[in-house]
């Protein structure tokens, strides 16, 4: 097997794993989410989830992994993980107007102790758009590097 057939096996399995990774990557963006909701709506009747670090982590290398395989030089490589930002972004401002809207009803428990998800969820859209500027900046960069010289 030459070193060109090589290339293009590899191509392919990292494009199917990175598939597999996108696929994950959503149910764990789905589920971290619901959670999220939950305790959200629930107003402390549910202990916190503290998924965040595992989300993070799941979402980083489906990101660097998504990266490697455009670094390879695949040529098309979906851009669905933004759909995470997006959700991200919305689910958290919907929450917040909904909070808003109900005159805090949803940052104290029942017992009126102050609650954390909204910072939580906060905390957690600024870190998944930190990654996604993170991985814009390696795409960036890839272009500059391989950008032929005059």
Known sequence: MTN?????????VESQINKHLYFICS??????????????????????????????????????????VRWLGQRKVERQGEHFVYAWIVLTALLYVVNFFSNGYFSH???????????????????????????????????VAIRPKK
């Open 109 to 143: 428990s029942a017992t009126g102790e102050p609650l954390e998800v909204l910072k939580d969820l906060s905390i957690l859209t600024v870190e998944v758009l930190a990654i996604f500027i993170f991985t814009r900046c390696l795409k960036i960069l890839k272009i």
């Open 27 to 68: 149910i764990i963006t789905i589920v971290t989410m619901a959670v999220m909701l939950t305790e959200f709506l629930s107003r402390g009747a549910f202990a916190p989830a503290n998924m965040g670090l595992f989300y993070l982590g799941v979402l980083l290398i489906y990101s660097l992994h998504k990266e490697l």
């Open 4 to 12: 060109k057939d090589q290339i293009k096996k590899l191509k392919g």
